[in-house]
């Protein structure tokens, strides 16, 4: 006796040990677990991830970088911590990032929320977020954390 199964509003019979004629219904189980996984994580999103910035530098931001060849749209969410090694209060600043790649240029749009940390992001036509630090005095460290989701082009 087969066990009902259900992906989003699917139904599914599927088969258990020893069950015969389980081809189709387990390939379709298959399929819709797969489609339904992918809408939680794609193949270029980016999971939580933290890196380190520099102060009063420029770079690559580590691990923020999509590729032009498959991505075509973006939606990048995080924050950047500023901390001091005086008493000067640390800075927080969330920010959002959605971007859209042409095929030639990589366009963003940037939004930015809290204190002022003196970290502006940017993004390559070649799908790598950069950064500039203002250089600040008794800057201890600059943090950035971020989730990416993205739209692909099949």
């Known amino acids: 006796m087969p066990k009902t199964l259900q992906i989003g509003n699917e139904s599914f019979e599927y088969p258990l040990q020893g069950d015969g004629n389980f081809g189709e219904e387990a390939t379709a189980w ?50 950047i911590n500023r901390t001091y090694s005086d008493a000067t209060p640390t800075e927080s600043e969330a920010f959002n990032a959605i971007g859209a790649y042409n095929g030639t240029t990589f366009n963003v749009s940037l939004d930015y929320t809290g ?40």
């Open 30 to 79: 298959a399929e819709a677990v797969t489609n339904s996984l992918q809408t939680v994580q794609g193949s270029e999103d980016i999971l939580l991830t933290e890196a380190i910035l520099n102060n009063g530098s420029s770079g690559n931001v580590s691990g923020l970088s999509f590729d032009v060849g498959v991505v075509k749209q973006v939606n990048v969410e995080g924050f």
């Open 115 to 154: 204190n002022n940390t003196g970290v502006i992001l940017d993004c390559s036509n070649s799908g790598q977020f950069t950064y500039t630090a203002e250089s600040k005095a008794n800057t201890n460290t600059i943090t950035i954390k971020f989730k990416a989701k993205a739209i692909v082009q099949e």
